[in-house]
């Protein structure tokens, strides 16, 4: 594919490289195209799509597809898809209580899995823990495979000391704030890192491999340990000053009336302290109900246990204000939301969202449709992974600004 350098680049190329990061978007939408398909999409001439399309196949980023006759006569077109094998990503997402590392191909398929189960130790530990899942990913890949390689993502909480007791967490994370875990991954694997907030880097994984494919506007919600968020307008992920934009976990709202809830301080508490996995099991916990994992996490839900119910409904009735808010302030049609765990759980959360928004909906303004996430549990390990392909592939306005990667967001190996 056509790079610039920085510095180096001039308004052509950067032209250049955003209409082919547009097309192969378009071929990504569309599952498969001809030429003139793509030349009408993109309102390019024939001549130059035919230049663009030989440059991707040449990258091996896209291939043939069979032919398709257009009309009665002349020959049948020829078609073009992505190639799955045209590039590589390794994602690694940090939770407070738990690692998971992934590769996946270009079409979003997981082809490696690593997982931890634990409290998140110290940076160290986990180096060591994470360069060893990684460096095990690399070697199942040939020489030619390694070249396509585009990077390591990497999708964490930001302010990972903060919010432990709204999260239930008997734990001191404070050295996390100190450290830069992407630069300390780069040097040990020797491979660009790219980092994001994980609730941005999951609403990234449904851009680029979920309901992006038809959806180009969408508030992103995924109910984890904690909560994570993410906005996306225009076909963009919207970062904010400081990488939070749509940190809907934070929202003040008022104090839960759970006896499980921890009293706060303030006479406001946050989202996330209510809207939660973590605010699940604890009230689980609170009813002598004993949780040691997600497993039996998900084997309350699926045995509808009244505390379940009463946590869902304490839950939503936090969640319908926050996305109202967010909603008002965004201005978006759909909302996507997601979980760790399901067995009907995440049915329940977009019923219930879905009717209190319809409740408190303001005269003038619609109810945004409610769509289930894509990938469940593997969300953020999934959004990580995308994090290389979607800033080397994505048709992002910085590309036509000259800036392929967006300088907050790639650590690399000097």
């Not at 035919?50 to 196949?57: K, Y």
């Not at 994470?130 to 390694?146: F, N």
């Not at 209510?274 to 949780?291: F, K």
């Not at 408190?360 to 409610?370: D, L, S, V």
Request: negative net charge; glycine residues 10%.
């Amino acid at each position: 594919m056509t790079t610039a350098g920085p510095g180096r680049g001039t308004n052509s190329v950067n032209l250049r490289l955003y209409n082919e990061r547009s097309l192969l978007q378009r071929l990504r939408r569309a599952g498969e195209a001809s030429k003139a398909d793509l030349a009408r999409w993109a309102q390019l001439t024939n001549t130059a799509v035919g230049s663009i399309v030989q440059s991707l196949e040449e990258s091996r980023l896209i291939e043939p597809a069979g032919r398709r006759q257009e009309g009665q006569r002349g020959q049948p077109a020829g078609l073009y898809r992505v190639n799955p094998e045209g590039a590589y990503g390794i994602g690694v997402r940090l939770d407070r209580t738990s690692i998971e590392t992934v590769m996946i191909d270009l079409g979003g398929r997981i082809l490696a899995r690593a997982a931890h189960d634990l409290l998140l130790p110290h940076p160290d530990k986990a180096l060591a823990l994470v360069r060893e899942d990684v460096l095990r990913m690399i070697d199942t890949l040939d020489r030619a495979q390694r070249g396509r390689l585009m990077g390591i993502g990497l999708a964490q909480p930001y302010n990972l000391g903060a919010w432990l007791r709204e999260l239930d967490l008997e734990a001191d994370f404070r050295i996390w704030d100190e450290v830069d875990f992407g630069e300390m991954l780069a040097q040990a694997v020797d491979q660009p890192v790219f980092k994001e907030n994980d609730g941005n880097a999951a609403a990234i994984a449904e851009l680029f491999f979920g309901v992006g494919r038809e959806e180009n506007d969408f508030l992103y919600i995924f109910i984890g340990a904690a909560l994570g968020a993410g906005a996306v307008i225009g076909g963009e992920s919207l970062r904010g000053a400081s990488g939070n934009a749509a940190d809907l976990g934070l929202m003040p709202v008022p104090p839960s009336r759970l006896a499980s809830a921890p009293v706060p301080a303030r006479r406001w508490d946050i989202l996330l302290s209510r809207a939660s996995l973590n605010a699940l099991t604890r009230h689980l916990r609170h009813h002598g109900i004993a949780v040691h994992d997600h497993a039996g996490l998900e084997a309350c839900v699926q045995a509808g246990r009244p505390e379940v119910s009463e946590w869902l409904e304490d839950c939503i009735d936090a969640l319908v204000p926050s996305t109202r808010a967010s909603l008002a302030v965004l201005d978006l049609p759909v909302v996507v939301i997601d979980c760790d765990i399901d067995s009907g759980l995440v049915d329940q959360l977009m019923q219930g969202l879905d009717q209190g928004l319809r409740a408190i909906a303001p005269e003038a303004r619609q109810t945004p449709r409610i769509l289930r996430g894509s990938f469940r549990a593997d969300a953020g390990a999934i959004g990580a992974a995308s994090l290389p392909m979607f800033f080397s592939f994505s048709p992002r306005a910085d590309v036509l600004r000259g800036h392929s990667h967006p300088r907050h967001q790639e650590t690399a190996n000097a």
